[in-house]
């Protein structure tokens, strides 16, 4: 009777569906503020909503090269993308109108058809932080912290709630690293300006200014343990110096997103499946598990292959990388380990 009943309550918890549907926010859309004058009406300005929140969004998870490829993309085929829009709270009034604040969502699985049709790989990002480190030259004269803009200014411009661009505190160590690898500061190991978050993502970046004040910037990163370098050439144009390094500042940062989304893309047309054993000492674990694992936006499904008193097999589908999920997994309090060439899945 009492194996009978966990049947049942397995039933309930899996088998209703065997979709586990993401709760991730990672296609919600917040924010987005827009003006309502007297003679908008409600419907009109949804539509605006809608039009700025999936820009907004195609902006946040795909390549910039393939953003271009969505920005036309018809209204009505948009409209059709969203689950629901809402106005989450009214602002201040001004002279020309009252602010609104919408919150827009989009449908995880008609996102991924759109993206299968298109041919287009989008980006979820686990681990924002990217540690990082500007450095002047100019006139063959080395700036690390003191008299150097792209240190003191860098996170106060183009400020973005996708990556966390850390800059480490002066300290005399990373002077006499640069200072020691000065005449070949490209060919520096990077790892070594950072020695606390070797494990992290991080960047060096070259800025090097001409006597005709263009700038070449030269980009050295490790992103999820894989090494790119990139190359960048500006043209002063008729700004103020300040302003121009500002932009500077700013495409670079444009660049160094772009590079972390390409570490972290995602091609639903190559889904993996995962075999898994989950022990079933604790009736709660059924429902921790599943609780938990609707929040992990690249796992699509759960299925169960085959239970008894003690365990349960499942078959995960998910996309993207193993290593990935499991880091994500991890951050659900969820274990993943591999033990006699068998997955056991626990929560903790």
Not at 31 to 55: H, M, T
Not at 72 to 78: E, M, R, V
Not at 175 to 184: A, F
Request: glycine share 2%; hydrophobic share 40%.
């Amino acid at each position: 009777m009492k194996f009978y009943k966990q049947i049942i309550f397995i039933l309930i918890i899996f088998l209703k569906t065997e979709t586990l549907l993401s709760q991730n926010n990672l296609f919600n859309v917040n924010n987005i503020k827009l003006i309502k004058k007297d003679k908008i009406s409600n419907s009109v300005l949804a539509d605006q909503a809608i039009k700025k929140g999936f820009r907004q969004l195609i902006t946040k998870i795909l390549l910039k090269e393939d953003v271009d490829k969505l920005l036309d993309l018809d209204f009505n085929l948009i409209k059709k993308l969203v689950t629901y829009y809402q106005i989450s709270d009214l602002l201040e009034e001004n002279t020309e109108g009252e602010f609104v604040n919408f919150s827009v969502t989009f449908d995880k699985d008609k996102l991924h058809d759109l993206f299968f049709k298109k041919g287009i790989l989008y980006s979820e990002i686990s681990d924002k932080e990217l540690y990082i480190l500007p450095i002047s030259i100019k006139n063959d004269e080395i700036s690390v912290f003191n008299k150097n803009f792209f240190y003191t200014n860098w996170n106060k411009v183009f400020e973005n709630d996708l990556i966390e661009f850390i800059l480490p505190i002066e300290n005399i160590e990373i002077i006499q690293i640069i200072n020691k690898n000065k005449d070949d500061l490209i060919e520096l190991n990077i790892s070594n300006l950072f020695q606390e978050y070797t494990n992290k993502n991080l960047a060096l970046v070259l800025i090097e200014e001409n006597k005709s004040k263009n700038a070449k910037v030269y980009i050295k990163s490790k992103i999820q343990g894989k090494s790119i370098s990139k190359n960048l050439d500006f043209n002063k144009k008729k700004l103020e110096m300040n302003n121009y390094n500002e932009e500077i500042i700013s495409e670079i940062k444009k660049e160094l997103i772009n590079l972390v989304k390409s570490v972290n893309l995602i091609d639903i047309r190559t889904p993996s499946f995962l075999n898994v054993t989950l022990k079933l000492n604790k009736k709660s674990n059924l429902v921790i598990l599943n609780s938990r694992v609707k929040k992990i936006d690249s796992i699509e499904n759960v299925f169960v292959q085959d239970f008894n008193k003690d365990s349960m097999n499942l078959r995960i589908k998910y996309l993207g990388k193993l290593e990935k999920i499991i880091n994500q997994l991890k951050k659900e309090n969820i274990n993943l380990q591999l033990n006699n060439d068998q997955w056991i899945i626990k929560t903790l």
